[in-house]
């Protein structure tokens, strides 16, 4: 199983970004898919998890209502809305996949086997 993210870059405080990531090998339909970010200095964090239906998602408290994450099964790929961006969002975000037969999501790295490159977000002031 192979993720490619993108769709980062350089982009202004309030601005916003579209990061996708396109997951080729396996059944697509059955993963669970996660959003994470990694901020110079700090430790990973979980950002966004959709379900393999996409009927159940999740989201870090900071990014509630300003992130949205969604999933097109017949394009193999999960994206990542971000509006409203602030300095704080600064990261490399990585798209991660896990099988599943749940109906659920997960949000916490060690569930994820499958991981992409990352892609760069920089938010400036």
């Known amino acids: 199983v192979q993720l490619q993210a993108s769709g980062g870059g350089l982009v202004q405080v309030g601005g916003s970004l579209r990061l996708s990531c396109v997951v080729s090998g396996g059944t697509f339909s059955s993963y669970a898919l996660g959003w994470f970010r990694r901020s110079p200095g700090k430790e990973r964090e979980f950002v966004a998890a959709?379900?393999?239906?996409?009927?159940?998602?999740t989201y870090e408290d900071s990014v509630k209502g300003r992130f949205t994450v969604s999933r097109d099964n017949a394009k193999n790929t999960v994206y990542l809305q971000m509006i409203s961006l602030k300095p704080e969002d600064t990261a490399i975000y990585y798209c991660a996949a896990r099988h599943t037969v749940s109906g659920t999501y997960y949000y916490t790295a060690p569930q994820y086997p499958y991981w992409g490159q990352g892609t760069l977000v920089t938010v400036s002031s």
């Open positions: 959709i379900s393999w239906s996409g009927g159940s998602t």
